[in-house]
Structures are given as C-alpha cells and as structure tokens.
C-alpha cells in the first residue's frame, strides 16, 4: 500500500476538521466522567520510555531524545466489570482496527503501510486530527496484551504510546493508555508545554479511548478513570544528555 495520502482522503480529513473542533470542544465541556487527576514531578529514572525492541526500525524514529522541552509521561487507566471478552480479545479487536476505539471526531487512523485488518511491528498510520497536520507513528511492539506506537519525523511530539489490557478476574480487566512525549519542534513545545488547552484535549481524547474500549469489551466502568501526569524538567534531560 503507498505510504503517501490520496488527495481525496487530504480532502475528506479536512473538510471534518471545523467540525472536529467544534464538537470535541462541546464534548470537552460536557463531559461526565468521573476521575482522578494528580500531576507529579518526574525523574529520568522512573519516567523515561522503555527500550525499543532489539532490530526495531528506526527510519524517521522521532524519540523523546529527538525533542524539545519537558518529558511528559502519562498514564491513564481505567477498570472494567461484567467484560464480555479477554484482555487479548479486546486488544486484538482494537489493535486490528483502530478506529474502533478512535473518537473519530478527534483522531482517525488511516493505515499508509501494513495489511488491513491486522496488526504487526512495522505497520505505519497517520493520525488525523483537526487542524493541517498529520500524525505519523509507527508500530514497534506488539503482544496478545497491548501494542505501542512511536513517533516518526513530521509529528507534533516526539515519543511513544502503549495500549496495554490485563485480566483481573473473569469478567474484570484493566487497561491502560501510557505515553512518554516531548514536543517535536520549538513550536510544537509551546502548545505541548505552555498552552493548558492542549494538555485538556490529550486527557479528552484518551479517556475518550478508554471509554470506547469499556464499550468494545461489552462491560461497564468500575470506578474512576486514573491519570497521572508526571513531568520531567528539560534540564535534568540535558544533564543527563
């Protein structure tokens, strides 16, 4: 499959995006769902992404080392009762078609390389959202529990993002959502850093995730949802460095 876009997906993506914004900010204001919220300060010790799997490609890697300003890892998770699939099955269903948990409004997948319908390291998409940008991640892990994307040259933040699901107890999962980002340029430090608008909108749209990921398991949310912010100032980054 040809990595590059067709015009008329170019254009389809971008007559949603007033749309987009529009709605995501009305189901920003409206949201309902319970939460815990704590912002920590991080350490390099503790918060820096894990290895890249041995022979991982690296063409067009953006990680947090290619990036600019603080290190940003957050977690969030949630819990499921009354599940009516395994944690592998839930993550199949999602990893084989992301869009399935995608708040389509906010982010859509659309697969550049990789066969439809499956999962596997290497695979590549772009994350659309609104706004004239785009979002390219490739696939570097992958298990029958979770699987993790990493940031390629182009996008707004350097990093990475793992989808991993547990089973608790028949009928009982966890999941979880942990990202390890900077920003991937200068400018794109200002909005990931400095606007408090942005911070808002990732929260939205990964608990978004969570909420749809509840839904796919055929359960219902047990408890709050869980997020944990912990930031890593940019000169312990350079220390080390």
Known sequence: MPRRLTFSRRAATAARWPLGVLKTGWDYLWRTTPMNRRDEDGSLAQDTPPPLPPGTDRTDHQGVEDGFGPLMHRRYMARIRDAE???PQLISAFASVPDRAAPRALATFVKLHGEEGVLRVGDEFTVRMPGPWDGPVRVVEATDNSFGLATLEGHLEAGRIRFTAEDLGPGRLEVR????????DRLSNLLFDRVPFNKEVQLHMWTSVLERLIKLSGGTRDGRVDITTRRVDPAEL???R
Do not use: D
Not at 177 to 184: D, L
């Open 85 to 87: 699939t395994t944690a």
């Open 177 to 184: 959502i942990e990202a390890w980002a900077r920003g991937g």
């Open 238 to 240: 350079a220390h080390a």
